[in-house]
């Protein structure tokens, strides 16, 4: 069965940290553009990271740059994002997706039934 099974999203206090993983199985993250994407409450959806295996090449939002690092370990099949310095607007359903398109400075996920996409897991960041 082919999918992507996001966690690691909870609450967390504006300064914090939290880890989101992204794990795929029946098929392989090499060879592929994979990426996170956020969507808040009355928001459209916002590509926030992606990364590229093998080459390891990175994209982030201007939004998340500094704070924010994606990371890929192929022998798990799994993707993470790591965020840092947390604010209360980073609040939001995470997704993972693959694979994703980078035009210009705007991240695409996969449409229709050319990719996957995760269930997506919460974030919120809050005092």
């Known amino acids: 069965q082919v999918q992507l099974v996001e966690s690691g999203g909870g609450l967390v206090q504006p300064g914090g940290s939290l880890e989101l993983s992204c794990a795929a199985s029946g098929f392989s993250l090499d060879y592929r553009a994979t990426g996170w994407f956020r969507q808040a409450p009355g928001k459209e959806r916002e590509g926030v990271s992606c990364i590229s295996s093998p080459d390891g090449t990175t994209y982030y939002a201007d939004s998340v740059k500094g704070r924010f690092t994606i990371s890929i370990d192929n022998a798990k099949n799994t993707v993470y994002l790591q965020m840092n310095s947390l604010k209360p607007e980073d609040t939001a359903v995470y997704y993972c997706?693959?694979?994703?398109?980078?035009?210009?400075?705007?991240?695409?996920?996969?449409?229709?039934?050319?990719?996957?996409w995760g269930q997506g897991t919460q974030v919120t960041v809050s005092s």
């Open positions: 997706a693959t694979p994703t398109t980078l035009v210009g400075d705007t991240l695409f996920g996969p449409h229709g039934n050319f990719g996957s």
